[in-house]
C-alpha cells in the first residue's frame, strides 16, 4: 500500500520540476525502443527472411512504430521536458503553473504513445506516412498537446519575468503551431480525397519537423548557449528574425514531397522557393550559434552537454544546406523516392534534434535533482557512439541512395542495382548498433542519477561544465 | 488591461493571421480550388479490391512502393495524371522507392505470379529485399491481388485507345510518312507538343531546303557521335558505353517531329545526348528535324561493328586507327548512297 502511494506521489506529484523530469525519463525508455524498432526493421532491408511468418515484426509495420515512437515518443517528450524546466526558469517562477497538471499530461501522452505504437504494430494504422496514428490516438495527442500549450503559456503569463527571453518566443510559437498543424495533417476534421489528401498529408509530414522540432529544438539551443559558453546570445534581432521567417516560410514547403506528382503547379512553385528561403532562418541560427560560441570552443573539451550542443549546431548546418538544395526541381528529380531522403531524415532527426535533447537534459537533470550526472565517462561513451553512428548512417545512406538514384533514372534492371545497396544497408545496421549501445548507456546514466540513493551535492557551477 | 499586454496580444493575433493565412493556402485552398476531372483510370473499387487496398495500407507497401509515375521514370508505363487519383483516400503515392513503382503494374503478371511472389518473393525474384507475407491469410491474400491487378490497367487500356492512330493524325502534314504499327505509342509531352505546334507554323520540316539548312547544323553537331550517315557509328561513340541513337533505323520513322524536337531540346535520359536547348535556337531545332527526316531508312547497323570493341582491354591507339578506317569507310559509303543522302524522301 506504502508502495502505492509513492508511485501515485511520484506520478502524479507537484513537486517543482517533476514533470520535466518524468517527461524525460519516460522519452528516453521511448528512445531506446522506437531505436530498437529502428534496428530490426533496418535488419530485415538485407535479409527479409530473417523473420518469417510474425506479421508484427513485417518491415511495413516496423517502419511507422519505429517513427511514431522516436517522433511522439522520444523527441516529442524530451521537447515538452526541456520547456517543462527551461520555460519556468525564463519566466522567472519557482515551477511550472501547475505541476500536476504536467504529470498528468505525461500519463495521458504516455497512454498514447504506448497503446498509439502497439496498434500500429496490429496494423491499426491510418497508411499516411509519419501521420500513422489512428484517429482516437490523433485526439489524445492533440489533448496532450493543448495541455502542454496551455501549461506553458500560463507558466509565461503568470511568470514574474515580463522581458520574454527568445526562447520563450520559440515555444511559445512550437506550442501554437503544432497543434493547429496537427489537426489539419491527421485530418481530423475533414476529409480530402486523392491527391488534396496528399497535399494535406505533406503539409503535415514537413511541418511536424518545421513547426515543432525546428521551432522547439532551437529555442532550447538559444538558452543552452548562452548557458554553457557563458556568453550572451550574439544577436536577438537575428534570433526573431529567424523566429517570424520561420513561420513565414516553413508552413508551405510540404508540396516539395511529391514535386513531380500531378498537383497543381503553382503550389510546387510556392514549396520550392519557400524551401529556398528557409536559408534565411538557418543562417540567422547559424550565425547566432557560431558567434555565441565565439572564444568558447575549447570548452567543449570538458563540456560533455557542450560537445553534444556543438553537434548538433553542425548537424543543423549540415541538414538545412541538403534541405533547400534538396527541394530544387533540379536535384529533387534525381534525388527523390532514394535512401539518401531517409539520410536527410536521420540527420535532421537524429544528429540535430535529438542531440539537442541531449545537450539539455544532462544540463537539467543535475539542476532538478541536485545530483551530479552519475557517470561522466558513461556519458563520453554516450556521446562518441551517438556521434559515430549518425555520421556512418548518414553517409551510408546516401551512398545507397546515389546508387538507388542512379538506378531509377538509368532505368537499369531493378534486380541489379538493388543488390548493389546491400553493403551499405550492412553498414547502416552497425551504425544502428552503434547508436543503440550509446542510447542504452544514455538511458543507464540518466536514471542511475534520478534514482539513485546517494545525494552528492551539486557543486557550483552556472555553465554547467562540472555536472558532468 | 495593460498596454503591454496588449501589444503583445496584438502580436500574437497579427501571427496567427498570417500563419492562419499560409495553412490556408497551403493546406486548405487546394482542396477546393484543384478539383481535377476523372479520368479513365480513376478506378471504383469493389468491395473485395478496397478490402486488399486496406491490407496494402496495413502491411505497410506504400514505404518501399510508390504509385506515381514521374516524366523522368522511362519504361514504367504509362504517366498519372491528377484525376486518376479521385478514388484514392488515404493517398498512397509514397516517397521512397526500394521496390519498383506500382502504378501500372496491374495486368502485368497473372494472379498466381503475385501470390507466389507475396508467399516467398525470392522463388519468382531472386534477390528482392521484399518481405515475405505468408501470414496473410489466403482470403486477404486474394484481395490483396485483386486490387494489385487494378492498379493502371484502365490507365494502359485507355492510353493505348487515346493513342490508336486514325488516318488524319496519321497523315499528319501533306508528305508525312505513315505511322509505322507498333511504333505509334511513342510521342511527346503535351507541353513539347504545344511547343512544336508554335514553332512548326513558321518551318516546314518537309521542305528541302530547310532540311538543308539542317544538314550544316547536323554536320557541326551531331555528326561526331551520330555518324554522318546517322548511323549512330561516329567517332566519338566507339567510346561510349551506351551507343548513340541509329537514326536511319525504321524505328526513328515512327517519330513525329514533336518527338525528335523534345529529344533533340531536352536531350534523352540515361544517355550522353545533350539539350541542345541550351544551345541552339529553337529555328536551328527545326531545321535539325527537317534534316533527321531525311536520312535514309536501313535496317543494317554498322554501328554493331563499334560494339564489338572489348573494352575490357581497350587499346587507346588501336580504337583511334579503327576509328579513322571507320571514317574513312563512312565517306565511302556516301558514294554508294547517293541519292538517300541527298534528300532522303522529298
Redesign the interface.
Known amino acids: 500500500m506504502q508502495a502505492l502511494t509513492n508511485l501515485w506521489r511520484a506520478v502524479f506529484s507537484d513537486e517543482p520540476f517533476s514533470a520535466s523530469r518524468n517527461f524525460l525519463i519516460c522519452a528516453i525508455f521511448y528512445l531506446v525502443f522506437g531505436m530498437l524498432f529502428g534496428l530490426i526493421a533496418s535488419l530485415?532491408?538485407?535479409s527479409?527472411?530473417l523473420i518469417?511468418?510474425?506479421?508484427q515484426l513485417?518491415?511495413?509495420?516496423l517502419?511507422?512504430a519505429h517513427i511514431n515512437t522516436v517522433l511522439i515518443g522520444w523527441l516529442s517528450m524530451g521537447y515538452v521536458s526541456c520547456m517543462y524546466y527551461i520555460v519556468p526558469v525564463l519566466a522567472g517562477r519557482k515551477s511550472l503553473w501547475s505541476e500536476r497538471l504536467g504529470n498528468i499530461t505525461l500519463f495521458l501522452w504516455n497512454l498514447t504513445v504506448f497503446v498509439g505504437v502497439y496498434s500500429i504494430l496490429n496494423?491499426y494504422?491510418?497508411?499516411?506516412?509519419y501521420a500513422e496514428l489512428n484517429g482516437p490516438f490523433d485526439w489524445l495527442v492533440l489533448g496532450a498537446l493543448l495541455l502542454v500549450g496551455l501549461n506553458v503559456y500560463m507558466t509565461i503569463f503568470t511568470g514574474t519575468e515580463?522581458k520574454w527571453y527568445v526562447s520563450l518566443w520559440y515555444f511559445m510559437?512550437a506550442l501554437?503551431?503544432f497543434p493547429?498543424?496537427y489537426v489539419?495533417g491527421n485530418r481530423a476534421f475533414?476529409?480530402?480525397?486523392?491527391?488534396?489528401?496528399?497535399?494535406?498529408?505533406w503539409?503535415y509530414g514537413h511541418n511536424i519537423l518545421g513547426m515543432w522540432f525546428t521551432v522547439g529544438g532551437v529555442g532550447i539551443l538559444y538558452y543552452l548557449l548562452p548557458r554553457f559558453s557563458g556568453n550572451p546570445l550574439y544577436s536577438h534581432t537575428l534570433s526573431m528574425i529567424g523566429f517570424w521567417t520561420i513561420?513565414?516560410f516553413y508552413?508551405?514547403t510540404?508540396?516539395h514531397?511529391?514535386l513531380?506528382?500531378?498537383?497543381?503547379e503553382w503550389?510546387k512553385a510556392?514549396?520550392v522557393i519557400s524551401s529556398v528561403f528557409l536559408l534565411i532562418p538557418v543562417l540567422t541560427v547559424q550565425v547566432n550559434f557560431f558567434m555565441t560560441l565565439k572564444g568558447k570552443w575549447h570548452l567543449m573539451a570538458d563540456h560533455i552537454p557542450m560537445r553534444f550542443a556543438m553537434a548538433a549546431g553542425l548537424a543543423y548546418l549540415l541538414t538545412c544546406m541538403q534541405g533547400p538544395f534538396q527541394a530544387t526541381r533540379s536535384i529533387n528529380?534525381y534525388l527523390?523516392?532514394?535512401?539518401w531522403?531517409?539520410g536527410h531524415a536521420h540527420l535532421a532527426l537524429l544528429a540535430t534534434f535529438s542531440f539537442i535533447v541531449f545537450a539539455a537534459s544532462y544540463f537539467i537533470i543535475p539542476k532538478i535533482t541536485g545530483r551530479k550526472i552519475y557517470s561522466r565517462s558513461l556519458a563520453i561513451w554516450h556521446f562518441w557512439l551517438s556521434f559515430i553512428g549518425w555520421i556512418v548512417m548518414m553517409l551510408s545512406l546516401t551512398i545507397a541512395g546515389l546508387i538507388?538514384a542512379a538506378g531509377?533514372?538509368?532505368?537499369l534492371p531493378?534486380?541489379q542495382w538493388?543488390?548493389e545497396m546491400?553493403p551499405y544497408f550492412i553498414v547502416r545496421t552497425v551504425s544502428g548498433f552503434l547508436l543503440i549501445a550509446g542510447q542504452v548507456l544514455y538511458m543507464l546514466n540518466i536514471y542511475k542519477t534520478v534514482f539513485s540513493k546517494s545525494a552528492e551535492p551539486l557543486p557550483e557551477s552556472p555553465t554547467g561544465i562540472a555536472y558532468v | 488591461m495593460q498596454p503591454r499586454i496588449l501589444n503583445y496580444l496584438i502580436a500574437a493575433v497579427f501571427v496567427a493571421l498570417i500563419f492562419l493565412t499560409i495553412i490556408f493556402v497551403t493546406a486548405i485552398l487546394p482542396a477546393t480550388t484543384f478539383q481535377p476531372e476523372a479520368t479513365a483510370a480513376s478506378h471504383i473499387y469493389t468491395a473485395s479490391e478496397w478490402r486488399g487496398r486496406e491490407i496494402y495500407k496495413r502491411e505497410g507497401c506504400v514505404y518501399c512502393h510508390t504509385q506515381f509515375v514521374r516524366y523522368q521514370d522511362r519504361e514504367m508505363g504509362e504517366m498519372v495524371q491528377a484525376g486518376d487519383y479521385l478514388n484514392e483516400t488515404p493517398h498512397l503515392l509514397g516517397t521512397e522507392r526500394t521496390g519498383p513503382d506500382l502504378s501500372n503494374i496491374g495486368g502485368k503478371y497473372p494472379d498466381a505470379w503475385h501470390w507466389a511472389h507475396h508467399v516467398q518473393p525470392r522463388s519468382v525474384k531472386p534477390g528482392s529485399l521484399m518481405p515475405s507475407f505468408s501470414y496473410l491469410k489466403d482470403s486477404e491474400m486474394k484481395d490483396l491481388v485483386a486490387y494489385l491487378q487494378t492498379l493502371g490497367k484502365e490507365r494502359e487500356l485507355a492510353a493505348r485507345r487515346r493513342k490508336k492512330p486514325t488516318h488524319e493524325s496519321a497523315a499528319g502534314g501533306h508528305a508525312a510518312a505513315p505511322a509505322q504499327g507498333p511504333l505509334t505509342w511513342l510521342e511527346a509531352p503535351q507541353e513539347m507538343r504545344d511547343e512544336w505546334k508554335r514553332i512548326s507554323k513558321n518551318v516546314d520540316t518537309n521542305n528541302s531546303a530547310i532540311a538543308n539548312s539542317g544538314r550544316g547544323i547536323y554536320m557541326q553537331n551531331c555528326a561526331q557521335c551520330h555518324g554522318v550517315t546517322g548511323r549512330g557509328n561516329g567517332p566519338v561513340s566507339s567510346s561510349m558505353i551506351k551507343k548513340p541513337a541509329n537514326l536511319t533505323r525504321p524505328f526513328y520513322k515512327g517519330y513525329t517531329d514533336a518527338l525528335y524536337y523534345w529529344r533533340l531540346k531536352e536531350g534523352v535520359t540515361g544517355t550522353r545526348m545533350p539539350r541542345w536547348g541550351r544551345s541552339l535556337s529553337e529555328q536551328q531545332l527545326a531545321y535539325l528535324v527537317a534534316f533527321i527526316k531525311t536520312l535514309p531508312v536501313n535496317a543494317a547497323t554498322p554501328s554493331s561493328e563499334v560494339e564489338v570493341v572489348n573494352y575490357s582491354q581497350l587499346d587507346q591507339p588501336d580504337v583511334m586507327s579503327k576509328n579513322y578506317e571507320q571514317i574513312s569507310r563512312l565517306t565511302e559509303i556516301k558514294d554508294e548512297y547517293p541519292e538517300q543522302l541527298g534528300g532522303g524522301r522529298h
Do not use: C
Request: glycine share 12%; proline share 8%.
Open positions: 530485415l532491408m538485407y527479409p527472411d518469417h511468418g510474425i506479421p513485417a518491415f511495413g509495420r517502419r511507422p496494423g494504422t491510418e497508411g499516411r506516412e515580463k510559437g501554437f503551431w493547429i498543424v489539419i475533414v476529409q480530402f480525397t486523392g491527391l488534396n489528401d496528399a497535399i494535406a498529408g503539409f513561420g513565414m508552413a508551405p510540404g508540396t514531397h511529391i513531380q506528382s500531378p498537383v497543381p503550389l510556392i514549396a528529380w527523390h523516392f532514394s535512401n531522403v531517409v538507388q531509377w533514372h538509368f532505368t531493378y534486380d538493388v543488390m546491400v
